[in-house]
């Protein structure tokens, strides 16, 4: 036996025989869990929120594939078959049009921080969270930050922005054209040209709205457009699309500084998809199964053609309007206009406690619906019809889980 250590020993060499000797010198203080000894277990829920939604069966099955390598030939084709999936439901040509590697929020930091440099004037429409979050994310990379604040349910006229770009000269300005916070649709023909007329770019957020309401990143003159995978496209979440113009190109490789994330970077970006005439180099590991699913969310998209889904959506709305109002509820955005067809608001029955009536729904209907969120929080109940979610059968069967939810939770009468 001791011969057996020592040859052993011998053989390993001196230093890696005492490597071996000490990877075992300390007793384990952390036990495995006895939760992971248990099977996965997941609710079979109806996402009716303002997102995730649910995945079809064919994003599940996109899922379930075996990996392969992120440099790949293969997976090169399918990250070709991405950015034209994109350029498609965003309905640009831009050569500059990728995914990145993260949810919507790091497709906002993609956009901000390689556009803005610090000393930029950056113009901010904040009628609900994410336009704040956008100001804080402006503030953190030192652009100066000017926001134009409106409470939940407005929208931004072309005359309001106008004086914001002749009062701030801003090198950027920030619109969501889906604000899933107060359920606004804020109107985008013309504020493109308007903003290249002050030599401005133009950025939106799609994350909301993007298949369930119509968008046109190049006859509207959008600079810089980004959504997400987990909405109307029924995918998971973790990955989001972003585009950029020319205009907004040229900015990024002209500016003086470097873009304060590596990750983030689109230099980097675009030559990993295949953004540009050079062999692609490797940035990070990109997440394969996820984008298998995002590919093929965006093939059921162009299957089912865009002007479809905008129908889709457009008609399952208005039905759930109906619904809700033969139920004595009020619509929280007043304008028809520029209610938004993803994700409806309702104001907040008097007397309720909304986290009651959202709580009720899901534990005896498994249903999620939510309240509000930043500025709309405790002024709302939001409800969701994303993608293959959005039909009238979805639409009955809320009703009825929110007309319960009314008879059964408590109510301050006072």
Known sequence: MFRALAVASVALGPRSAGRARTMASHQLLVPPPEALRKPLSVPNRLLLGPGPSNLTPRVMAAGGLQMIGHTHKEMFQIMDDIKQGIQYVFQTKNPLTLAISGSGHSALEAALFNVLEPGDSFLVGANGIWGLRA?????????????????????????EVEEGLVQHKPALLFLTHGESSSGVLQPLNGYGELCHRYKCLLLVDSVASLGGAPIY????????????????????????????????????????TRPCSFYLDVKCLANLWGCEDKPRIYHHTTPIVSLYS???SLATMAEQGLESSWRQHREAAAYLHGRLQALGLQLFVKDPAVRLPTITTVAMPAGYNGKDIVSYIMDHFDIEIAGGLGPSAGKVLRIGLLGCNATWENVDRVIEALKEALQRCPRNKL
């Open 294 to 296: 995002l590919r093929e």
């Open 217 to 256: 990143m190049d006859q509207q003159g959008i600079d810089i457009l980004y959504s997400g995978s987990q909405k109307v496209l029924n995918a998971p979440p973790g990955t989001s699309l972003i585009s950029f113009s020319d205009k907004a190109r040229n900015k990024i490789y002209a500016r003086k």
């Open 135 to 159: 100001a804080d994310i402006g503030e953190r990379i030192g652009a100066h930050v000017h926001t134009m604040v409106k409470g939940p349910g407005g929208h931004y006229t072309l005359q």
